[in-house]
């Protein structure tokens, strides 16, 4: 039976954490970076706890006022710090918790840079490996987020994007972009079925190209981000595809 991990990004104050829990297999949890404070983060893990959810931290830059979406250069060993803090935070009220914490997937422009550039990639898949090679790296599916990784021998999760669009390099489109997001539910949905059944994923320039699909993220910041992931849900149920976390 195929099976696919759902996760969302949680704990940034978006008010239906809750209510997506129940639809989801991993939560990546704000901590401290972009949003989340220690109330926020004790919340969400209990949430995640009570629903079955894997945890996982979602560092990002600190910077509130773009919610962490301007890129920014740090330097390694100040990146390595900010990060390890975050995690760090978050793993400290997991344990409190009786939890265990899976995996930690960057946020916004950290993701995204990390995606282009392997020097910055290394720098993050160094850092995680050194506070638990245990881990898993969420990262974007064929980007150097997941090479990086593999090459010092800490574990990944390919991720794709059901509401975002594709280059035909396999990025995602710039969010400054117009069409950057998919507006459309049914459209996504059977971009995360091709992605799932068929390893393929149409681009922009309507050109289907592969991709290697292990997690599948759904925004938890969305309007509709409750409908979408039922949508997701109801989709993956009627294709006979299992939702289960990338930890089993």
């Known amino acids: 039976m195929l099976s696919i991990d759902l996760n969302c990004d949680v704990g940034?104050?978006?008010g239906h954490d809750a209510e997506l829990m129940a639809l989801i297999s991993s939560a990546s949890i704000a901590c401290g970076g972009h949003a989340g404070d220690k109330d926020t983060m004790r919340r969400t893990v209990d949430l995640a706890i009570e629903n079955g959810v894997a945890i996982g931290a979602h560092p990002g830059?600190?910077?509130r006022a773009n919610f962490g979406r301007l890129a920014m250069d740090v330097p390694a060993r100040e990146l390595t710090g900010m990060i390890s803090e975050q995690v760090l935070a978050l793993a400290e009220i997991v344990k409190a918790a009786g939890g265990q914490m899976k995996h930690v997937k960057p946020h916004g422009a950290l993701y995204n840079q990390s995606a282009r550039d392997p020097k910055l990639a290394e720098v993050i898949a160094r850092t995680v490996a050194e506070l638990d090679n245990n881990l898993v790296l969420f990262g974007l599916s064929g980007s150097h987020s997941i090479t990086e990784a593999e090459r010092i021998g800490l574990r990944t999760?390919?991720?794709v994007f059901a509401d975002r669009t594709y280059q035909n390099d396999g990025s995602l489109t710039s969010r400054a972009?117009?069409?950057a997001l998919s507006r459309d539910d049914d459209l996504a949905a059977t971009q995360v079925l091709d992605m799932i059944?068929?390893?393929r994923v149409r681009t922009v320039d309507a050109i289907m190209i592969p991709i290697n699909a292990q997690t599948v993220c759904?925004?938890?910041d969305g309007e509709n981000a409750v409908d979408f992931?039922?949508?997701i849900n109801r989709s993956l149920a009627n294709n006979g595809i299992e939702i289960r976390s990338v930890n089993g």
């Open 218 to 220: 759904i925004h938890g």
């Open 229 to 231: 992931a039922r949508t």
């Open 12 to 14: 940034e104050g978006c």
């Open 177 to 179: 972009e117009a069409n």
């Open 61 to 63: 830059y600190p910077d």
């Open 157 to 159: 999760a390919s991720e």
């Open 197 to 199: 059944k068929y390893g």
